[in-house]
């Protein structure tokens, strides 16, 4: 496999973390952008098992279903073999809750 073969999963992965920063509120966009810098690793797992811990508990208040996306995206910035998927996920995902603010009435 060819360098630029081994970097494509994590230009797709920075990718859609670009998308998903442009749809999100201003601070929580730079909030994930700061996550995303390769010096806040010591952040970002502790901050990734967090959102899966709390997307898994989404019954609770509070808790809900989109903690566990982003938090597999944090974690796959760090783990080469979820890149790929996590990229394709996050880009479906975006894609659909596009479409639907589309077909929202203003």
């Not at 898994?56 to 938090?71: K, R, T, Y």
């Not at 979820?82 to 990229?87: D, I, K, N, V």
């Given at each position: 496999?060819s ?11 920075r ?6 920063e442009r749809l ?7 909030t994930?952008r700061w996550?995303?810098?390769p ?7 502790p ?5 899966i811990?709390g997307g ?18 944090l974690i796959?910035?760090?783990?080469p073999i ?6 394709r ?6 894609d659909r809750?596009e ?8």
């Open positions: 496999m360098p630029s073969q081994q970097n494509r999963p994590q230009q797709e992965l990718a859609a973390f670009k998308r998903l999100l509120p201003t601070r929580v966009g730079s994930l996550l995303r810098h010096a806040s690793l010591w952040a970002r797992l901050v990734g098992l967090l959102l811990v898994i508990f989404s019954f609770l208040p509070v808790l809900g279903v989109w903690m566990l996306p982003l938090g597999l995206m796959a910035a760090d783990v979820l890149r790929r998927p996590m990229a996920l996050t880009m479906w995902i975006i809750i479409r639907w603010q589309a077909k929202r009435p203003s």
